[in-house]
């Protein structure tokens, strides 16, 4: 146990030690106000290219529900100098990956490329940023697809499971309340007005972030940024997001969901934190791994190998920005009901909030949390995505590296303190999820 012991620690301070890399980063501002960030690489042959748009389903309004997610389709329809499905056919055929996605707090578009393909990504980036079409043929077709999506999605195993979080956790008005694909009323609703107004109130340069990083030459490059995106004309100021603050009313909210799909059981503990990056956010998500990120983590030893309560169970924090969610996913083992596994969850949490974290456990994710973002930045994709974040949240492209350098000066006293403000009875949103085939412990 000793030797184990030493090994771990060894292991832990080696990875602490590791060297965090220098992202070299030039930043411009196009007239447009399109911002620009450039990240030269030359280690392998491909370039990422990554167009962050600073608008998601928080900067929706209720009745008007799903547009951002909609665009997240609907620019890859067509527009004035590329057909409809072009930009997948022309990027696909050079060998490139390309998606989308869209959450609470923005939408990013992504390619990665053989490098000696960058103009044609960026061309195609600029037309439909500046050249949309948008017209009803096209709004039928995305729409008929998000439908789709939603349809898919709610028939899964658990598929209600983020709505009803959202349901127990936010107040009916908050920007959050709502689910990122919106609802099918909405969908439906959605007239061609209404998706053009939305269109140019947020996919304008002045509110986007454009990262080219790879195996490019940065003054090269900003010539093509500017031959394809500086004539696009810039939209107004983006409207403010009418964000009411989180309920401060006390007591526990509970929510309990049938889902004729799922054949387990399966019970969520919410818990209202601050936004990414504001203060207490780093202490909460450190505090999520020790409590239950991984074999090693608290609740997997206790409740699932000790004492055999749970078939499985887990702690994170999603990650939003205006207010954040700190969640607890377990799924009772057979024989055991959900009150008893919430029970010993709270016990984990009122020790936790007592006593802290260890130094040990301190170290261990550290070291875990250095070496995920290590690994992260050696992918072209995620390390144009984690500048982009960085300018668009935080205006610091390097804000991932930054935040490892916080968390490394850490104490263990901080993450208690953030626990035992937010990891509270009166704080608790419990949704149980219950087959409707009768299944239950």
Do not use: C
Request: glycine share 8%; no cysteine; hydrophobic share 40%.
């Amino acid at each position: 146990m000793i030797a184990a012991l030493s090994s771990f620690l060894l292991s832990a301070h080696a990875a602490q030690q590791a060297p965090l890399p220098s992202l070299a980063v030039e930043r411009h501002q196009l007239a447009n106000g399109l911002t620009v960030l450039l990240l030269e690489d030359h280690s392998s042959p491909i370039v990422a290219v990554n167009v962050w748009y600073s608008v998601g389903s928080k900067n929706e309004e209720a009745g008007r529900t799903g547009f951002a997610h909609l665009f997240e389709h609907y620019m890859f329809e067509g527009s004035e100098h590329v057909a409809p499905g072009g930009y997948f056919k022309t990027l696909l055929g050079m060998g490139g990956e390309i998606n989308a996605n869209t959450t609470n707090d923005r939408t990013d578009y992504y390619a990665v490329v053989p490098s000696q393909n960058l103009e044609e990504v960026l061309r195609q980036e600029a037309d439909r940023m500046g050249f949309l079409n948008i017209d009803h043929p096209g709004l039928d077709k995305q729409r008929a697809i998000v439908k789709n999506e939603k349809r898919l999605g709610e028939n899964q195993p658990y598929g209600g499971a983020w709505e009803g979080i959202n349901a127990a956790t936010w107040d009916k008005n908050h920007p959050y309340a709502w689910p990122v694909i919106g609802s099918m009323k909405d969908l439906d609703a959605a007239s061609l007005e209404d998706v053009k107004k939305f269109h140019d109130s947020y996919y304008r340069p002045n509110n986007a972030v454009l990262v080219v990083s790879g195996d490019q030459s940065n003054p090269a490059t900003l010539e093509l940024v500017n031959k394809w995106f500086g004539t696009i004309a810039a939209g107004p100021q983006p409207p403010a997001l009418q964000k009411p603050p989180v309920s401060t009313t006390p007591g526990r909210r509970e929510l309990t969901l049938e889902d004729d799909k799922a054949q387990l059981p399966m019970l969520f503990l919410s818990f209202r934190i601050p936004g990414k990056g504001k203060p207490d956010w780093q202490e909460a998500s450190v505090a999520a791994q020790v409590l239950g990120g991984g074999r090693s983590s608290r609740l997997v030893q206790s409740l699932q190998y000790d004492k055999r309560l749970v078939l499985e169970v887990s702690a994170s924090v999603m990650g939003l920005v205006e207010d954040d969610l700190f969640l607890i996913q377990a799924m009772p083992a057979p024989g055991v009901s959900m009150k008893d596994v919430e029970k010993a969850i709270r016990a984990e949490l009122d020790l936790f909030s007592s006593q802290g974290p260890s130094e040990q456990e301190m170290q261990r994710v550290k070291a875990g949390m250095r070496t995920a973002t290590l690994n992260t930045l050696q992918n072209a994709e995620h390390v144009a995505a984690q500048l982009a974040e960085g300018q668009a949240l935080f205006n610091q492209p390097d804000a991932v590296v930054a935040e490892l350098k916080e968390i490394a000066k850490m104490s263990p006293a901080a993450p208690k303190a953030a626990a035992g403000r937010f990891l509270t009875p009166s704080n608790t949103a419990a949704i149980s999820i219950i087959p409707k085939s009768g299944v239950s412990w």
